[in-house]
């Protein structure tokens, strides 16, 4: 004699998956914000270096109309940069999670120098994914 499963046993199973899919899919969902965050977080951390590196080099931080293209092509304009580094300080400029370039502000805003990204709604301020990511903020 061969048994099915009754209607009672499926709906059980349906209704359990249901509940499973209720807790699980919005965490999993969430991962790719986060990934976002994190790959624009290094970005900047790896920017703020090469500035740094170039104020080593130059004996102060490019100006903000120079702004972060002097890392990747020599600028032109003051304060000028006798000693720039040949092949510049970072291969290309890359832009942010959600396909933006990074802002610089020398002076900065939050310490002497600011970068950061306007995050995904692309505006300064907001909050949550929405916010800045900036270096005054890596730690957050």
Known sequence: ???GFTLIEVLVVVVILGILAAVVVPRIMDQPDRARIVK?????????S?????????FV?????QGLDALATQPSG???APNWKTGGYIEHLPQDAWGSDYQYLNPGIHGEVDVYSFGADGQLGGDGINADIGNWNLDE
């Open 50 to 58: 090469a500035v740094n590196m170039y104020r080593l080099d130059n």
């Open 1 to 3: 004699m061969s048994r």
């Open 78 to 80: 003051s304060p000028p």
């Open 61 to 65: 931080y490019p100006s903000t109309d």
């Open 40 to 48: 624009t977080k290094q970005d900047v951390r790896t920017l703020v």
